[in-house]
């Protein structure tokens, strides 16, 4: 049964991606983006497979330096709840993804939901951490400070206010929480959340822990921004500095966090045309340029994570419904 609450969520979502479907596609020569298709560069799209494979296989070893604490697990086993979430995401609405990523790791490995959803809170947080660590030396590129103007000293000066924010919560975060103002000021759930933040940073006590996961975290995000560059060649936009592959991700990487439908459509299409918009690049060829990246990557998402549901011997009303009932069991437990 939906809740009024999670409809709410969907109905958003899907106006959202209606709104920058309708931003996108306004004033396009359609006849232009089909004269395209010929033109596809096959061999990078070729290229890009084995890449996109690494990308997640990046991914998997980084939680597996998170899961450590609780468990040693294997890449393969990482991996394919990891693809089992993504195409989830893909595919249904509400970005129930992580946590049915969380419960295939859980049932498989026959720990609690509650700590792979900790992990994947931590997950996260490097990788806002990480990117904001790759959007710094953009804005000091002239031609980026120029168009943001005065916003790019405002991202500058929130950035460092989350580096800080997060080194004081990692140190000082349970003491904080203790605090009877901190407890009146702030709502019930926000604290849950914030709670959950602390836990998760707090649960990186080994120095090479951490260490591996910003290392892994670093290369995961610097090999992001290799694709998207070397993605441009699928329709020979060429002459671009290497930086503009960084700024793409960063466009899309934004786009995708905003409310959407499932798969991200109409969101990863609008920011990945305005990423290229700005070096210039036309219109219609921005814009079939998010269409090809968007269609390959789902359909890679999509093929390797039903081949990992298919070997993982369960179905996704299954996943979904015990996750929800035992995500709250446990939560009740944890209060």
């Given amino acids: 049964m939906i809740s009024r609450m999670m409809k709410i969520n969907i109905g958003v979502g899907v106006v959202l991606s209606v709104f920058f479907l309708f931003l996108a596609f306004r004033k396009i020569n359609f006849s232009e ?29 980084r939680w597996y330096f998170l899961m450590k604490s609780i468990k040693r697990i294997t890449i393969r086993s990482l991996f394919s709840s990891i693809m089992i979430g993504f195409m989830i995401n893909h ?56 168009m943001l103007g005065m ?44 709670i959950d933040i602390i836990t998760g940073l707090q649960s990186l006590k080994n120095p090479r822990d951490i260490f591996m996961l910003l290392l892994f975290s670093f290369l995961f995000w610097i090999s992001a921004g290799y694709f998207y560059y070397l993605s441009l060649g699928i329709l020979h936009i060429s002459g671009l500095p290497i930086w503009s592959g960084f700024f793409l991700l960063l466009m899309i990487s934004f786009g995708v966090a905003l409310p959407s439908s499932p798969g991200y459509i109409g969101n990863y299409h609008y ?39 298919f ?14 009932v035992q995500t709250k069991s446990e939560g009740k437990e944890s209060i």
């Fill in 33 to 61: 983006i089909v004269g395209l298709l010929p033109q596809i560069n096959w061999s990078i799209v070729l290229l890009l497979i084995p890449l996109s494979l690494l990308l997640f296989v990046l991914r998997a070893i």
């Fill in 151 to 194: 916003a790019s000293l405002y991202i500058l000066a929130f950035s460092l206010l989350l580096f800080g924010a997060f080194i004081s919560l990692y140190f000082f975060g349970s003491r904080l929480m203790e605090i009877q103002l901190v407890v009146k000021l702030i709502p019930e759930k926000i604290r849950y959340i914030v």
């Fill in 311 to 324: 070997f993982e011997g369960f179905n996704i009303s299954e996943i979904w419904n015990r996750s929800q």
């Fill in 91 to 146: 595919t249904l609405p509400l970005r129930i993804g992580e946590f049915v990523r969380a419960y295939s790791l859980a049932r498989k490995e026959k720990i609690k939901v509650a700590e792979c959803l900790g992990t994947i809170v931590t997950e996260r947080i490097f990788d806002l951490f990480t990117l904001l660590l790759i959007l710094i030396p953009l804005l000091f590129i002239p031609a980026v400070s120029k």
């Fill in 271 to 309: 920011f990945a045309m305005i990423g290229l918009e700005f070096f210039g690049v036309s219109k219609e060829i921005a814009l079939g340029f998010a269409i090809l990246t968007h269609i390959m990557q789902t359909a890679f998402v999509v093929a390797v994570g039903l081949v990992c549901l």
